[in-house]
């Protein structure tokens, strides 16, 4: 291919080889297709196949531009990787690295092995395509010259084939070589956390001199994995995007070759297309996998950068002179600080969370990123994790994307368009099941963004379990509103003193995120079901975009078209992101004051065990701990929840019963349709949509019953607790508790209309299923 890494000069050769894998995919495929594009606007399957073979070899052309443009830094990455195999100096540090090394050999072979068979796939498919739709090449493109007369034919043919050698090796060995050197980097972390691990077996002569060396090499490392990050962090952001769109055609050809006359010939295109599909799904994953081995997040798989500063911490530091014990304090802050990570061009890290399929151990270490690590990569792609808006900061404006996609493609266009199809009930119906989808995840946009302003608050007392800490106004008066409640929570978890407490609050954190991780699954399912469906119904139907909608140019022409779509399909992913993100968050905070005051339950059911000199203080404690539950978290949690969402909560309770309501009636509607093929795709994904939409409400539903019921609970602890072996003096602090507790029970409302409980959930149910009766009466008439 001529790309490696190596140092380019103008007389050497070598640096020019690069020229004919380039100059062939540039002239045979990727140039005439482009400038075909114009030509070929007008048919959306022809625009879609284009498409799927036209990015491929574009992001062949980058990959081969990245790495030959970087020949020098890989070079010296390289020539790095050469020096670490020559320094190593003990049995085991070599035998980590020949396992690493295996690893990276495996993967290669096996990415190698992928792309061989997608080659095999593909020339049967296309030799059967192009003798069944009467196509002279193997890609379609405009050549200014005559294609159909010899030589040029032939020529061309060979020109087309080798251009998809190329770009096939080119898109798998690039990969490969970034595999090698993250992994590397992987094992050098594993080596480094075997030396910290024995730094205390040293004399105090050679210690100081290991102890640097740890250092220097840490350093050495991390400016390593930023040469990997700065060398392809662009051509990533690339692929990732190429990812998504190729995943879209390849699906929706897989679907139009179900309708194909020749059974040899679907069979062949759709064994093909499943192939490319998994393949580059693979490829994609490959980058997750590895970003997820260096990611800060995911603090409980042994070989990650962060692991270095757990490592640090748990050595015999004590046992050192405290001059050298420092240098442990520089590897702990770096790596905590400043943790490995790949991204696609900065916007976002490669992990398993991005992937959407994500599966993982966890430790017993468990810290604040594992409690809500999943919300903050969501909402922080979304724009709007809870952080202090400021204009002169650019994460406060990455919001506006989503939002002006959500509206400018799909909300206000079908807003517009329902005037216009007023007469049609089918249509009607259907333009607002999908419209208030998106009205909702807009409102809940705003929602959690607009709680990034400033409040002022009327009380400064905050609990921690040791003792009770105030700060003055001034030191809380800048806090946000739902940033202050991730600090509370922080505060509670710095501040458990006990197993048994500690304990409950990593099983309520392991419900949480198991609630989030499912969630968002269950979102991503969806998004999968309603490609087949919609590509289904836009052939079935005669439609040209994903969403009906009036739009203030033509739609029908290039690019206008390809815009639009592409448009209408980041609208849809930005929809199930957030309308799934938000509610996971809410679930974060309401399930953490469940677990408070699970806690203070147990406190109170031991209340007797204390001694008469320690019960006074442990009461006025616990009572203390109970008003900061009610007051400080009833005014900062529930009553922060309440203000930041209760809104948008009545509107999505009214939603659902809309969207329940409309999806049931456009399930009993497809079954008159008499293609079978297009009433299962549609009749699948509206009963999925349907189960998320009534799994989504009967989250809310759950966690208000459960958030009453536990702050209620309180009181029968209080009186169960054996009060009457306490001093007079002492029992009655358990009054004040049981008070409380009966008088203002935590809940979550829809507009303080109702409160969330399982009886809601059951009424918004039978009041969907009787609109659905009346339109289906309507119908009939």
Known sequence: MGIWPE???????????????????????????????????ADSDLVIENLSNNITFMVSIMKTLTVWINGIPLKSLLGYMANDWDAVTTNIE??????????TRKITIGSTLMVNIVIL?????????????????FLRGYYPYNTSISPNFELTMIGQYVAAIYAANTYTTVDTLVVLLIFHVCGQLSILRQDLGKIDSYDKKNIEMKMQKIVEKHEYINRFAGRIENSFNMMLLFQMLSCTIQICSQFYQVIMSLGENTMEHMILQISFLLIYVAYVMLQLFLYCYMGEKLAAEVLFRKEKSTEIANTAYNTKWYDLPPKNARGLVIIMCRARSSPLQITAGRFCSFTFALYCQYTFMIDKDIDLNYVYGWNYNMLKFIGIWPEERKWNRSSSYFILLPCIVMVCFICAPQTINLPIIAGDSDLVIENLSTNITITISLMKTMAVWIKGKHIHLSYSNCYTKRSIKTYSISHILLLQALKSLLRCMANDWDTVTNNADREKMVNIARITKKITIRSILLANIVVVAFLPARLSSMLYNDKELFYRGYYPYNTTISPNFELTLIGQLMAALYTAITYTTVDTFVVLLIFHVCGQLSILRDDLRKIHSYDDKNVEIKLQQIVQKHVYINRYVYLRFAETIEKSFNMMLLFQMLGCTTQLCSQ???????????????MILQITFLLIYVIY???????????????????????NTAYNAEWYNLPPKNARWLVIIMCRAR???????????????????SQVLKTSMGYVSVLLAMKNK
């Open 693 to 715: 939409v009534m799994l989504q409400l009967l989250l809310y539903c759950y966690m208000g019953e459960k958030l009453t019921v536990e702050s209620t609970e309180i009181a």
């Open 121 to 137: 796939a593909f020339v049967p498919a296309r030799l059967s395509s192009m003798k069944n739709n009467d196509i002279a090449l």
């Open 743 to 761: 008088s203002s029970p935590l809940q979550i409302t829809a507009g303080r209309f109702c409160c969330f409980t399982l009886v809601l959930y």
């Open 7 to 41: 140092e380019r000069k103008w007389n050497r050769s070598s640096s020019y080889l690069v020229l004919l894998p380039f100059l062939t995919m540039m002239c045979f495929a990727c140039g005439p297709q482009t400038i075909n594009l114009s030509i070929i606007a």
């Open 94 to 103: 070599r035998e980590t690295m020949v396992n690493t090394a295996r690893i």
């Open 664 to 678: 049931t009636y456009q399930v009993l509607m497809s079954l008159g349709e008499e293609a079978i093929e297009h």
